[in-house]
C-alpha cells in the first residue's frame, strides 16, 4: 500500500462552521504534512509531524488545529475560517527520522487533496 | 521565506525536449527534487540530486546542477502529451530534512 488517502475530496463550509479533513497512511512513515496549495502556487507547508509530535508549525492562524492522533493518521480541524482559507489542502507522509544512506529524503508521498471551498 | 524561482510557462511539441529551470535558494542544500502534479492530482516525486552530484540521468530524465550559481534544471528528452503537468523544483527546509519548500512550478504544454 503506498497510498495516502484524503477525505473529503471536496468540502463546502461556511464561515461559523468546524469542520476535519482527514488523511491516511499505512506504509509506516513517521512523518506526516498539511500542506495548503492555492490555484496555479505552489504548494505551502503548513504542519510537520515527526513521531505524532509538532516539530513544524509554519505559522498558520490558530483556526487551522492540526492533530495526529497516531502514527497513520493525521487530521485538520477547521474552525471560523475565511473566504481566502479556501484551496486545495494537500497531506503527505515520509519515512522521517534521520536521513540515512538507505532513505530517500525529500521524497513526499502526496494524497490527492481535499478542495476547500468556504462561502 | 525566500523563494525558490521557475519560469512559469513551457510550450513544446511532442517529440521535442523540453527543458525546466529553478533557481533555489540555499547553497547547503544536500538534496534537490523534481516533483510533478498533474491536473486534480497530488504531488508525486519525479527525480532527485545529491548535492555533490553535477549531473543525473534517469530514462528521459535529465538533471542538471550548478551549485555555484544555485541552478537546477530538469530535460525531458522526447516529450510526450501524458507529460503536460505543472513541474516544481524543491529544496529541503530543515537540517532534520523533514520539509520540503516548493518553486513557484512550471507548466508544461505539450501539443501533437
Known amino acids: 500500500d503506498t497510498e495516502v488517502t484524503q477525505t473529503p475530496k471536496h468540502l463546502v463550509m461556511g464561515m461559523t462552521n468546524k469542520k476535519s479533513l482527514k488523511c491516511e497512511q499505512h506504509?509506516?512513515?513517521?512523518?506526516m504534512y498539511w500542506y495548503k496549495q492555492k490555484a496555479k502556487k505552489p504548494p505551502e507547508l503548513m504542519f510537520v509531524?515527526?513521531?505524532?509530535?509538532?516539530?513544524i508549525n509554519e505559522s498558520v492562524p490558530s483556526r487551522f488545529s492540526p492533530e495526529c492522533p497516531n502514527s497513520s493518521l493525521l487530521n485538520l480541524h477547521l474552525h471560523a475560517l475565511q473566504p481566502e482559507d479556501s484551496a486545495l489542502y494537500l497531506c503527505?507522509?515520509?519515512?522521517?527520522?534521520?536521513?540515512?544512506?538507505?532513505?530517500?529524503?525529500?521524497?513526499?508521498?502526496f494524497g490527492e487533496g481535499s478542495r476547500l471551498t468556504v462561502l | 521565506g525566500e523563494d525558490v524561482e521557475q519560469s512559469l510557462f513551457l510550450s513544446v511539441r511532442e517529440g521535442d525536449s523540453s527543458v525546466i529551470n529553478c533557481t533555489y535558494t540555499?547553497?547547503?542544500?544536500?538534496?534537490l527534487y523534481w516533483y510533478k502534479q498533474e491536473p486534480g492530482a497530488g504531488l508525486q516525486l519525479l527525480t532527485y540530486?545529491?548535492?555533490?552530484?553535477d549531473m543525473k540521468q534517469d530514462q528521459r530524465l535529465t538533471v542538471l546542477l550548478n551549485k555555484k550559481d544555485k541552478h537546477l534544471s530538469l530535460r525531458i528528452a522526447d516529450t510526450q502529451t501524458g507529460d503536460s503537468a505543472i513541474y516544481f523544483c524543491?529544496?529541503?527546509?530543515?537540517?532534520?530534512?523533514?520539509?520540503?519548500?516548493f518553486g513557484k512550478g512550471t507548466t508544461l504544454s505539450v501539443s501533437s
Open positions: 506504509m509506516g512513515h513517521r512523518a
Open positions: 524543491a529544496e529541503i527546509l530543515d537540517q532534520a530534512g523533514t520539509a520540503l519548500i
Open positions: 540555499d547553497s547547503s542544500s544536500t538534496y
Open positions: 540530486i545529491f548535492s555533490n552530484m
Open positions: 509531524y515527526s513521531y505524532e509530535k509538532l516539530s
Open positions: 503527505a507522509s515520509s519515512q522521517g527520522g534521520k536521513m540515512t544512506s538507505r532513505t530517500r529524503p525529500g521524497e513526499l508521498f
